[in-house]
């Protein structure tokens, strides 16, 4: 069964702390993606990376960073957390972009930050 | 105007009753299409892929309309278990690798 794990279900931090989101993929997938979902706004994509060591930027990757130093593993980070991260972090992975590739989700990090 | 677009809903119908869902997409480059499911404080699941000559599983069928960018779902004698949030997924062409774009979903609640 294909798998897709982040560290924490649910997070609280303090304004200002710099939070690392884990997430772990089974399936030897290319690219792996991080999304933030909020009521009313839907999945906002943060960061995505299609390789070791690649990134690209999302749709709002401010205040955020990411880290790809093996193909399994993909860390969003934030530098420096502030109440309007509050949020469910989602992380995905995926074959590489061909006609329909489906995408696997993790179960989600729901972050508060207070 | 927005990436893809759903109407939010929430759609609430009786149990056995046929319901649909729209979903438009602006960017006419767009080459993959998807229906997922998003259960309450779950995470995204795939439903269905949407190709181009149209796709039936079982009671769902998903229609590709290119020339208006227009992606349907339709549910035929819904079910209690068919309450969820659908979200309609377009992958959006970018250098080569195409994250998936998500509408906001639509909610429907299939009522006994």
């Known amino acids: 069964d294909v798998k897709v794990t982040q560290s924490s279900r649910y997070l609280v931090k303090r304004t200002g702390e710099k939070v690392f989101l884990e997430c772990v993929q089974d399936?030897?997938?290319?690219?792996m993606f991080w999304y933030r979902q909020d009521p009313g706004l839907g999945l906002r994509l943060i960061y995505f990376?299609?390789?070791?060591?690649?990134?690209e930027k999302g749709d709002i990757p401010e205040g955020y960073s990411v880290s790809r130093e093996k193909k399994e593993r993909f860390s969003l980070i934030l530098e420096s957390a502030s109440t309007n991260q509050t949020s469910m972090y989602l992380c995905?992975?995926?074959?590489?972009?061909?006609?329909?590739?489906?995408?696997?989700f993790g179960q989600g990090t729901r972050l508060t930050v207070v | 105007r927005k990436e893809v677009e759903q109407d939010p809903g929430p759609f609430n119908v009786p149990e056995g009753a046929t319901v649909a869902f729209n979903c438009t997409y602006s960017?006419?480059?767009?080459?993959?299409f998807f229906w997922y499911r998003q259960d309450c404080r779950k995470e995204p699941k795939l439903l269905m892929s949407?190709?181009?000559s149209g796709n039936e599983d079982g009671r769902f069928t998903a229609q590709l309309n290119r020339a208006s960018q227009y992606i349907s779902l339709l549910i035929r004698d819904s079910k209690l278990s068919d309450s969820a949030t659908y979200l309609c997924?377009?992958?959006?062409?970018?250098?080569?690798?195409?994250?998936?774009?998500f509408g906001k979903g639509t909610r429907l609640s299939v009522i006994a």
């Open positions: 995905a992975s995926s074959l590489p972009s061909t006609v329909n590739t489906e995408a696997f």
């Open positions: 399936m030897d997938h290319e690219n």
């Open positions: 990376s299609y390789d070791v060591k690649m990134k």
């Open positions: 960017n006419s480059a767009s080459q993959s």
């Open positions: 949407v190709y181009s």
């Open positions: 997924v377009v992958s959006a062409p970018l250098s080569g690798n195409t994250p998936l774009v």
